[in-house]
């Protein structure tokens, strides 16, 4: 730091140090004259216990404040839907990046069976993607009906 910023520093932690070692004397004034005599700190009525003829008066909004709590309420449910999508969504990922890991560890050592699965799953997909390219058609609706009724006449 520089020389002129330890003196700023310097002032700054002086001042309240020194507002603190001060004494000050607190005058009261009376209605009878402008005579001034020093009181002491407690005795100041705020220190004192209330009347008890006080009562309590519950304070009246404004009209700032009726507006700011116009808004907060009609906001809060935009935020509550934006905190809900949000956790939603997050949920969503943390599932998907779950899955991914699950698949990466399930993959890198799989059962012995597992690879001729697969090559079968994709050799009937395969096949009926050439067969419906040809126009073989799908044989879905097939099974509500005969069996032989679906074959196609060649």
């Not at 407690?42 to 009562?55: D, W």
Request: hydrophobic share 40%; with cysteine; charged share 20%.
């Amino acid at each position: 730091m520089h020389l002129w910023m330890h003196d700023k520093m310097a002032k700054l932690v002086a001042v309240p140090c020194a507002l603190a070692c001060t004494s000050i004397s607190v005058y009261a004034a009376t209605e009878e004259g402008s005579k001034t005599h020093p009181i002491k700190p407690n005795q100041l009525p705020i220190y004192c216990a209330p009347p008890l003829k006080s009562k309590y008066i519950e304070e009246q909004p404004g009209r700032l404040q009726m507006g700011f709590s116009t808004l907060r309420k009609a906001a809060s449910r935009y935020v509550k839907w934006t905190m809900d999508a949000y956790v939603f969504v997050k949920n969503g990922i943390m599932d998907s990046v779950q899955f991914g890991k699950d698949t990466y560890v399930y993959l890198k050592n799989p059962p012995p069976e597992f690879l001729p699965k697969v090559g079968v799953i994709t050799i009937s997909g395969l096949s009926g993607i050439v067969l419906a390219r040809k126009g073989m058609g799908v044989f879905f609706p097939c099974f509500r009906y005969h069996l032989v009724d679906c074959i196609p006449h060649l």
